[in-house]
């Protein structure tokens, strides 16, 4: 009865998508070869009621469930919205793509399914050992995602090497997970979060937090644990690579966040490492792509100087910044999205995917070449897209956050400038380029759902950036259910509107469990 | 809402844009200029009235508008961000002025936009809510927002319907603008947060940071975000070293966009460096002036030096650009009424001057194919009326008196002379007692050289023997016509009374002076 209760206090979508994920197997090999395009139908089903599920849900305050592995609270239902978002979209781009995969069908969206189930536990993930196994379940979907065009040999490449550095990656962070554990003797992250609060930082601690950073800055793409991404993205099925660099990312992010407010606190040392991941991140990412010649090998770094942007926020150890990086990875699920979507249409079209193989297309497809360009523009942080309104109240987040970190903003202006130039490099083959002979003698037919795909993300970068403002304030996901992480909130005498610090707590450690006022949303 | 909104002018010409890209409307190449052209004339006209209900004794900003969300919350409540809009005395001249040469554009498209007018006339309408944008926003954050938009529909204007390596100069230009804005945008937030510090309140409202400032900004920290905003303006503007993507975007831009880019996207540094650094930093105005004159003397004689080897027609008046904005610097370095209001009425007059040389330019390449001087010659036996058009635009260029370009020089330099910004300045711990007035002696000899590439270069094009080639060299058409007398009569006009045009923005610095 306990579990029953879990379930509808917490974890409804995910028990929906676990009813879902089964039916999608038994659907897999009972039903015929040639009809398993019916799959589709039932996964987007799952994924569509778990998402409408959350409607009915109460997020206000703290749930912890399953025997306080898995905490849901405002937080990971924003993050959870996003990850489901992100599979809705990756479904409809699946849907015409999936006609290269030869028979079976229906495993992919099994795969799909348990990926997205694994990231939206990571988000609420309460326990290391419930982080440990639902980052597994994201991984090794997601390995066998990759490699799931069989015959195709870049694919087989990218599902290898996907494998060798996750492993890795997840063997580090079990490292990392069994230091914290030698240090306070526990799992629970409440409970290590109480037995820190009383422990100095040590050489220990430190490596102990860099080794689980290795880990989940294997899932966001953050430097040096980035090498993976260009392979998978330019190998992987095209809507995988989506799915890779946007909800796997976003799952990863999530973690990561609730990691350093719930167990790291306010410790300036872990925002200097931060910070100096964030910066070489984004500016390894920014010169590497500037080479590029292959579109998803660029986006692949584009999505590494991203992920460095977003850092940045947690890297300045406010809630504002956590609050951009929220509306960021928003935006970014958008605009991604967008640009991943025009890639498959061309891919699906010419079987390309190299820069040069856009060009001309800005005269002949011209509502796609511009819901590509506001894409890329966004992604530029041009305005008036909503990459622009992401960018920039990440960065007064930072400049906020205090004047110690003026020369990280800096240096993250620089990169936006680099970034500008190879963005417009693609825009400019679109629309300056003139077409290829060989190419486009017949006007191709772009699919149907990747088409919604395009639209969707097109009035997203659109909308979010001309009405931003209740989307900021919906992914104020710490400001209403705050730790005292603020270290560097500035000396203000009169309290300012917009930053409250309240006293309620992200996860309210045991001494403080009743209810807060205050916390609800 | 009422008759006369600022939003409604800043988003009519958007309007038209999203008319003419729609699917809707006919692909008949003159349909779209006709309907292009009428809607300019609605949007010049609409900001007429603007000028007609100005008051200019009235200090602040007028016509003060803010559009709140549906539920009235401001736009970006997290941020602190209102969508406010209003005019001061400068900014409402600079608009009318956008909306005058963007019409001219309009008019003068008509021959030398070939291709794609779709495209080429929805751009330009997003050109100049992007321009009408920056000058009429009283919040940092819109001023940010429109200083970017503008980059998209010029980098496409110069690349696509541009000659020459127009896709290299496109990028030029839209990677230094972008550069020099991030700065800005970190002078920008830096402000915002000391701000915020002080008194708790984030917001991005200009007058917060101007009019009503309530304290002074410690020095480094001052200097520093004043180099942050000077950067980005002096990309814009431009100022020596940072000019070097403006000949080749105006070489390779087609002539209605250089016309565009001289006339106006120059003025927006020039507005930019009165309205944040002047502004924003007066103090450290005062301690930088110096580096300021200094600059503003390089700009006026180097260009000037440069101009005179030009063998491009195209690039001669480009770096004439250069050095006539060098006056500006002048001017803004003078820190008095005179001073600044000369900058003010250079940015006017160069806008129309300019704009009518390299609509001369343009109508010599469209018949002739080559802009290089010694290739030309004599054109002035066939075409009278161009000759004549051109020579007062030359002139005006030169700074003859009864012209326009006289009033802004005379009243800059007037203004740098008696200025008492600085009787000297330290330099690397030295004391060199070389004050304002020097310098402006110097600046002055720059008028000299002017004068000489300007004559030289009319002398070489319109008189002596005409090559057999331009035989068929014919005089100007109707179009060329309407947008040559249109220039030429301002020019006039405000050359003989200048007071037309500084009783509307004098008031304005009169009263911004006393507060700095």
């Known amino acids: 009865m306990e579990l029953l209760n879990d379930i509808k206090i917490a974890l409804l979508p995910e028990s929906i998508m676990v009813l879902f994920i089964i039916l999608t197997a038994v659907l897999s090999f009972a039903s015929g070869k040639d009809r398993q395009d019916a799959i589709f139908y039932v996964s987007l089903t799952g994924v569509t009621l778990a998402l409408l599920s959350m409607s009915v849900m109460d997020f206000s305050g703290e749930k912890e469930v399953l025997y306080k592995s898995f905490t849901s609270n405002y937080f990971t239902l924003v993050y959870r919205v996003i990850i489901l978002a992100g599979t809705i979209f990756t479904l409809f781009l699946t849907k015409d793509y999936v006609k290269g995969f030869g028979k079976n069908k229906g495993e992919f969206y099994f795969l799909l399914m348990t990926a997205s189930l694994g990231a939206m536990l990571l988000c609420g993930a309460n326990d290391l050992i419930m982080v440990f196994v639902a980052l597994e379940t994201l991984s090794i979907s997601s390995f066998a995602l990759c490699g799931y065009t069989k015959s195709d040999r870049l694919s087989n490449e990218a599902a290898l090497k996907y494998l060798v550095f996750g492993a890795a990656a997840s063997a580090a962070m079990l490292y990392g997970f069994s230091f914290i554990y030698g240090i306070t003797a526990r799992t629970n992250l409440q409970e290590i979060s109480g037995f820190l609060s009383t422990y100095e930082v040590n050489s220990i601690l430190i490596i102990a937090f860099l080794l689980v950073l290795a880990g989940f800055g294997f899932k966001i793409a953050a430097v040096p644990f980035q090498s993976w991404a260009p392979d998978v993205y330019e190998g992987a099925p095209i809507p995988v690579a989506a799915y890779l660099s946007v909800v796997s990312k976003t799952a990863g992010f999530a973690v990561l966040i609730r990691f350093m407010t719930v167990l790291f606190p306010g410790v300036a040392i872990f925002s200097i490492i931060l910070a100096t991941f964030a910066v070489i991140t984004m500016t390894a990412g920014n010169l590497t792509a500037l080479g590029q010649r292959n579109i998803r090998r660029l986006m692949a770094y584009s999505s590494i100087a991203h992920a460095g942007y977003i850092l940045l926020g947690l890297a300045i150890l406010t809630n504002d910044g956590i609050t951009a990086m929220t509306f960021y990875l928003i935006t970014y699920l958008f605009m991604n999205f967008g640009v991943w979507a025009a890639i498959e249409i061309l891919a699906l079209a010419t079987g390309k995917d190299n820069i040069d193989d856009f060009s001309g297309l800005g005269k002949k497809y011209g509502y796609f070449s511009l819901g590509l360009t506001l894409c890329l523009l966004s992604l530029a942080g041009i305005p008036v897209t909503a990459g622009f309104f992401s960018k920039f109240y990440l960065f007064k987040a930072v400049a906020v956050a205090g004047y110690e970190f003026m020369p990280v903003l800096v240096i993250t202006l620089v990169n936006t400038v680099i970034a500008l130039f190879y963005y417009m490099r693609i825009i400019r083959v679109i629309y300056l380029k003139p077409e290829p002979e060989i190419r486009h003698e017949r006007v191709f037919r772009i699919a149907l759902p990747v088409k919604f795909v395009m639209a969707i993300c097109v009035a997203g970068v659109l909308l979010l950036g001309i009405f931003a403002s209740p989307v900021i304030e919906k992914s104020g996901v710490i400001n209403t259910t705050s730790q005292g992480i603020a270290v560097n909130q500035p000396p203000v005498s009169s309290q300012p509107p917009l930053l409250t610090s309240s006293p309620c707590l992200l996860t309210s450690p045991p001494l403080l469990a009743s209810p807060n006022d205050g916390c609800g949303y | 809402m009422e008759f006369l909104s600022l939003t409604l002018l800043i988003f009519l010409p958007l309007v038209g844009a999203l008319i003419i890209v729609g699917p809707w409307f006919p692909r008949n190449e003159v349909k779209i200029r006709r309907f292009a052209k009428g809607f300019g004339g609605i949007v010049f006209i609409y900001s007429l009235f603007f000028l007609a209900f100005f008051n200019p004794q009235e200090p602040g900003f007028q016509f003060n508008e803010t559009v709140a969300l549906p539920g009235g919350k401001p736009w970006l409540e997290p941020l602190g961000v209102n969508f406010s809009l209003g005019v001061d005395g400068i900014s409402i001249l600079l608009m009318v002025l956008t909306t005058f040469l963007v019409l001219l554009a309009l008019i003068a498209s008509k021959y030398s936009i070939t291709k794609r007018h779709k495209f080429y006339y929805s751009m330009i309408f997003v050109l100049q809510t992007a321009i009408l944008g920056v000058f009429a926003a009283k919040d940092l954050f819109l001023f940010i927002i429109f200083w970017e938009l503008e980059l998209i529909p010029m980098y496409f204007l110069i690349s696509v319907w541009g000659t020459g390596r127009k896709e290299y100069s496109a990028m030029k230009f839209i990677l230094y603008t972008f550069a020099g804005s991030v700065f800005m945008l970190a002078a920008i937030l830096a402000i915002v947060y000391y701000n915020y510090l002080q008194t708790g309140i984030l917001t991005f409202d200009l007058n917060t940071y101007t009019y009503m400032k309530a304290f002074a900004y410690p020095t480094v920290f001052g200097i520093l975000t004043f180099l942050g905003f000077f950067i980005a303006f002096a990309v814009k503007l431009p100022v020596v070293p940072f000019h070097t993507w403006l000949p080749d975007a105006h070489v390779d831009a087609p002539t209605p966009v250089s016309m565009l880019l001289a006339g106006i996207l120059l003025k927006v540094g020039g507005y930019g460096l009165i309205r944040m650094n002047l502004q924003i930093l007066p103090e450290i105005l005062k301690i930088l002036a110096p580096l300021v004159i200094i600059l503003g ?174 035989k068929k060299f014919h005089d100007a058409s109707p179009h060329e016509m309407v947008v040559l007398i249109s220039l030429i009569a301002v020019i006039v006009f405000f050359g003989l009374y200048p007071e037309g045009m500084t009783s509307i923005f004098v008031p304005t610095l009169d009263s911004l002076m006393k507060l700095i």
């Open chain 2, 297 to 470: 003397v390089i700009n006026i004689l180097y260009a000037a030096i440069i101009a005179i080897a030009q063998k491009d027609l195209k690039k001669l008046v480009a770096y004439s650009s250069i050095s006539h904005m060098g006056i500006v610097l002048l001017g803004l370095g003078a820190m008095n009424v005179a001073g600044v209001s000369g900058a003010v009425f250079q940015m006017m007059a160069h806008g129309i001057i300019s704009a009518g040389l390299f609509m001369v330019v343009g109508v010599i390449y469209l018949r002739t194919h080559t802009r290089e001087i010694p290739e030309l010659g004599g054109l002035g036996q066939n075409s009278p009326k161009i000759m004549y058009f051109s020579m007062i635009i030359a002139l005006g260029s030169l700074g003859l008196p009864l012209l326009m370009g006289f009033a802004a020089e005379t009243l800059a330099f007037y203004g740098a002379f008696t200025s008492q910004a600085f009787s000297g300045f330290n330099l690397f711990n030295i004391y060199v007692p070389v004050s304002i007035q020097v310098f402006t002696a110097i600046a002055i000899i720059g008028v000299i050289f002017t004068a000489v590439y300007i004559l030289w270069m009319f002398q070489r094009v319109f008189w002596g023997n005409m090559f057999y080639k331009w």
